[in-house]
């Protein structure tokens, strides 16, 4: 068996003193480097990416422990993603500068005959043809799976770098950032789980694996098998021995290490098992992509709460809800605005999956804080916390950071004289109650007359999730009592983004917002869960 001559690459520079006999060198030194990095940074990866998707229950039962670890897991995957794109632009530098590299690239350009030999090749698959088509250095698989990793760490890398500046980035840029990351991510997992390691390593005659990009070494035979192009022309070439090229012929696929030794047989069985894993992470990507999990539950009803609460609900009211209700609700207000009899506690019934998130928000808001707009430019406008029990306003730092407060925010305007006034309470509620006394006597343009006068500081457009979870916030955190740390952690966009997404990016509608809206609602009424 001849040994490495030089820099030596099937298709490059050949450096001819003895003519191969045993194996061609089919992946040089760099090569086998860059192609190690991309393995080694892809699966970082691909691990520390889906680890996302992991239900957070999970993470939860680990304490402490999991939240370190969720914490290296963000660090470790933009480290292996920095390590990917140098690597890639080392990859660019060696094709355009290496003489083995530009021979690279110019075997991988495709050409006429790859189409004619992917015809032909399906053709053979078929029976409709008895012998395959002959190919040369790289088939026409071979530069399809190398251009969908250069399309795809294009596509990646630069929707990860999006991402990981998103403070200079719109909410639509980074909203398509990551829906195409992440399918990007699932379609590069599938295509290297499912196309590259049966290629490479599962296909008869290559299990239980092939070591090319270990060593570089192709046997002959191999060559002769999958590329007699390549094979013919080397042997023209004097680059093979002549008595090696008709020992080709006859030769047994390419193993190693030697068949019936424990080395052989424990490779089989680590091939066998990686195997059954590629399986069955394909198989939850599959399901996560075009399966996604449905609620099947039916809507929980129950009984009308009595008692000083935060105030009742009918039997009735409870049923258009998406979250089943607890004694978590029972909140007691030592004034209650009289706005809630007719608005009900759960106001939030348009958008069933994503109203719990809104209306966890009563418990330390008020509603007026999202459906009044204050100036911020005005300095009679300002928020202020009201205690739940004694309705007075606290001055202060907040108790605790949980979000369980005793208290709710509360937009308040300084009236003309110096008087404050709390906007989730009526300047005349005298005139509320009557008008709700007699609601059902007065005729339709009298309810609108009375419901402007009524709605007069109501928006029309209340204050959207990112205009608070962003970095130019509607309300000011840290002014209204929060810690900074906590601030900063309000500031994030990832939870309103996500309620924003849910709606509006969905394959295969992700550019028509109300018509999944309309299919959601289908499904939700299929599932007798009230949206009313």
Known sequence: MNTDTGNSTTGGTMESQAPYTNYIIRLNSQERLQHLLTFVTFFILVITGFMLKIPEAWILKFGETGKVVFEYRGLLHRIAGTVMILSSLAHVWYIITDPDGRSFLRDMI?????????????????????????????????????????????????????????????????????????????????????????????????????????????????????????????????????????????????????????????????????????????????????????????????????????????????????????NNVKMHLGNPPVCITCHGTYPHSKSPDIRSFLNMHNYFMACETCHVRLDPNDPNHHFAWFDNKSDKQRVGKLRGEDGVFGARLVPVVVEPGGKAHRLDHQLDEKLTKEYIAKVNTLSPEEQAKAKAVLHKNISKKPIQCTECHSRQPYIDFVAVGYSRARAESLYRTEVADMIDRYMKFYLPTMFDPDLIKQQKLRQLLKENRSTQ
């Open 110 to 326: 495709p050409r006429f005959k790859d189409a004619k030999d992917m015809v032909q090749n399906l053709a053979y698959y078929l029976g409709m043809r008895e012998e395959p088509p002959e190919f040369d250095r790289f088939d026409y698989r071979e530069k399809m799976e190398y251009w969908a990793l250069v399309a795809g760490t294009i596509i990646i890398s630069s929707t990860g770098l999006l991402l990981w500046t998103e403070e200079y980035w719109s909410t639509f840029v980074l909203n398509l950032s990551i829906l195409i990351h992440g399918m990007e991510a699932i379609l590069a997992t599938l295509a290297v789980f499912v196309w590259h390691f049966y290629t490479v390593h599962y296909k008869p005659g290559k299990f239980p694996g092939s070591r090319i990009w270990i060593d570089g070494k192709m046997p002959l035979h191999e060559l002769k098998e999958e590329h007699p192009l390549q094979f013919a022309r080397m042997v023209e070439e004097g680059l093979i021995d002549p008595s090696a090229a008709k020992a080709a012929e006859h030769g047994e696929m390419h193993v190693f290490p030697e068949k019936h030794s424990f080395g052989h047989y424990l490779i089989k069985a680590f091939t066998v098992l990686s195997m059954l894993i590629c399986l069955v992470f394909a198989g939850a990507l599959v399901k996560l992509l075009y399966f996604p999990a449905q609620y099947t539950g039916a809507a929980t009803t129950g009984s009308k709460l009595a008692g000083n609460v935060f105030w009742a609900i009918s039997s009735k009211d409870m049923t258009g809800h998406f979250h089943a209700l607890d």
